[in-house]
């Protein structure tokens, strides 16, 4: 059984991921080559990134996806705690 991800859950995670990696969400977009305005539909949980997209949010944040797509509460599991 495949596990659907709501964006909701997403955006709240991508929140909180920026929020204790100190990153604004212009210098964010900017990292990883998106529009703000697409970073902005992400976390207010209105779209989803595709699965490379994703990928790269994760090694940015240095977070798993599986904690930006909310299926652990181990954020820091394999990563430091410094800002990218």
Known sequence: M????????FGFRLRRAMSIRNVKQRD???IIG????TVKKWRGGYQMPSAETLAKIAD?????????????????????????
């Open 2 to 9: 495949i596990e659907c991800v709501k964006p909701c859950v």
């Open 28 to 30: 964010f977009a900017a």
């Open 34 to 37: 998106m529009s703000e305005s």
């Open 60 to 84: 940015v944040l240095r977070v798993s996806v599986d904690f930006l797509l909310g299926r652990t509460q181990e954020m820091e599991a394999q990563y430091g705690t410094e800002k990218p």
